[in-house]
């Protein structure tokens, strides 16, 4: 069976310190991975997808990057966090040829 | 690239009546219109979704319809209950089926 996990649950950092989210999908080949921003009361904000390994879009400028050293592994990653960095991360992926999204627990992310 | 508007942001309906979010994109390339429902500090999950060949979907108590020309599409919930109490998401996406763009949120709340 297919699964998605992403770690960790939940992270407090500090303004100026890196950052490093990681998920990870099971029981697939090649799927479409996407990394979502939700800010508290508000909507899911695409910051990142990929379609291969190396393959990574962005959506938005941002203090953030992504990477996908393996076909199942998806990175997002920071080199110095700011405070409206702040917010629920979302991993998330979609089969080739299906429509259906799966997302991972998510990663509530505060910077203090 | 695509723009999901989704209204209104939150809805609060007595149990028993009916609730009905709207959402409107603007590429006419997406096809596809899936809605998500997100319980607290959970994942979104997919409860229905519709292709742009089909004006109209039903699955029990919650309903999907889809106007091309006016490029929008609105989930419908009738005989609310408590448990219906969740953030709604709708999203839009393209045959390419890279992009998953999601509209802002509903946060509705069914009061008992």
């Known amino acids: 069976s297919q699964t998605i996990h992403q770690w960790p649950a939940t992270l407090v950092q500090p303004v100026g310190s890196p950052l490093s989210l990681e998920c990870t999908v099971e029981?697939?080949?090649?799927?479409?991975l996407y990394w979502y921003r939700q800010a508290a009361g508000r909507g899911l904000q695409l910051l990142f997808y990929?379609?291969?390994?190396?393959?990574i879009s962005s959506e938005v400028p941002q203090n953030l990057s992504a990477s996908r050293p393996q076909d199942r592994q998806f990175i997002l990653s920071s080199k110095k966090l700011l405070l409206s960095d702040s917010g629920f991360y979302l991993c998330?992926?979609?089969?080739?040829?299906?429509?259906?999204?799966?997302f991972g627990q998510g990663t509530r992310l505060t910077v203090v | 690239g695509e723009n999901v508007e989704q209204h209104p942001s939150t809805l609060s309906v007595q149990e028993g009546d009916s609730a009905v979010i709207k959402c409107t994109y603007s590429?006419?390339?997406?096809?596809?219109f899936p809605w998500y429902k997100q319980e607290l500090g959970k994942r979104p999950q997919l409860i229905i979704d519709?292709?742009?060949?089909?004006g109209e979907k039903k699955d029990q108590r919650i309903a999907v319809t889809l106007n091309k020309t006016a490029k929008h599409f609105s989930l419908h919930i009738t005989e609310t209950q408590p448990e219906d109490s969740a953030v709604y998401f709708c999203?839009?996406?393209?045959?390419?089926?890279?992009?998953?763009?999601f509209g802002g949120g509903t946060r509705l709340m069914v009061k008992p």
């Open positions: 998330a992926y979609r089969d080739r040829g299906r429509t259906e999204a799966f």
């Open positions: 029981g697939t080949s090649n799927p479409n």
């Open positions: 990929s379609v291969g390994i190396g393959q």
């Open positions: 590429d006419s390339a997406s096809n596809y």
């Open positions: 519709i292709r742009s060949n089909v």
């Open positions: 999203a839009a996406s393209n045959n390419a089926g890279n992009m998953l763009t």
